[in-house]
């Protein structure tokens, strides 16, 4: 099961830039490797990330199999106003996955 | 030191222009001439026929890793993160992985900051390079050669 871990923080200045950590758990197979019979396993990667604020987005990632097994990816935004940090990962195959956390802004 | 032979020094004589010509070359020649063909072509297929300049940008990679599985990269950009002024994009690139694209992050004036941090896989020593897109339609590259003791695990050569 795919789990996603994130990091913001609940308190923070208006018009301050905070960081935002994430982590998910995904094995990111690249799809240039064989299992034991040889046979190719299939690629199977988380290859976009995106995170809006209030709605409105405001980082995406494109992924590639370059990146690490369970992304761990951190970027900055500007804390405008309260409310809700959707952050979405897109994969190969399955269901997206969606983390939110409540921001307030003072 | 003994007589050179005419040969020998000619070499030396070449490579010393060679290497005149390279450390003469960034600020006016695109950085990917310098790169291998894939990397080359999927970075032109990002700026186009724009000049690519180097700095503003930074890459962090550790010089060496034992492991390259899990790389930890940070890129930076120097810029105010304004309205008029901001970071579209940053690329980056690898030149020996069987792909030569690693990831594109889309930024905007909402950011605040241009600093990303990730992890990448590293498939041999190579040489890694961050493209950052400004608002004002200009590039910038920084790039970090890696030595990488035990590569991330690929059964196929690229």
């Known amino acids: 099961m795919t789990q996603a871990l994130v990091n913001v923080p609940a308190k923070a200045k208006r018009g301050e830039a905070i960081e935002i950590k994430t ?12 299992d034991t019979n040889g046979a190719a396993i299939p690629r199977d990667i988380i290859h976009t990330f995106v995170a809006r604020y209030n709605g409105e987005e405001v ?32 994969l190969d195959h399955g269901e997206p996955v969606t983390q939110k956390a409540n921001i307030i802004v003072e | 030191m003994g007589e050179r032979g005419p040969t020998e020094s000619s070499t030396r004589r070449h490579f010393l222009a060679a290497a005149g010509a390279v ?5 006016f020649v695109r950085p990917a ?22 700095g503003k940008i930074t890459l962090e990679l550790p010089p060496l890793v034992e492991n390259g599985n899990a790389v930890p990269m940070t890129v930076t950009v120097d810029s105010p993160m304004t ?32 600093k990303i941090s ?17 608002s004002d ?8 050669d890696m030595i990488v003791t035990l590569a991330a695990c690929l059964e196929e050569s690229p």
Do not use: C
């Open chain 1, 23 to 34: 982590l998910i758990s995904h094995p990111m197979e690249t799809g240039y490797r064989h």
């Open chain 1, 59 to 90: 980082f995406r990632a494109d992924l590639h199999p370059a990146i690490a097994a369970n992304p761990f990816i951190t970027f900055f935004t500007v804390a405008t106003e309260s409310g809700v940090i959707e952050l979405t990962w897109t």
């Open chain 2, 23 to 27: 450390a003469l070359a960034p600020i």
């Open chain 2, 33 to 54: 001439r310098a790169t291998p063909d894939t990397m080359a072509a999927a970075i032109r297929e990002v700026v186009g026929e724009a000049p690519v300049r180097e």
């Open chain 2, 83 to 114: 309205a008029a002024e901001h970071v579209k994009r940053i690329h980056v690139f690898n030149e020996k992985n069987p792909q030569p694209n690693i990831a594109t992050f889309h930024l905007g004036p909402r950011a605040g900051k241009a």
């Open chain 2, 118 to 134: 990730t992890r990448v896989r590293l498939a041999d020593s190579q040489k890694v390079i961050a493209i950052a897109e400004l």
């Open chain 2, 137 to 144: 339609g200009s590039f910038w590259s920084a790039n970090a």
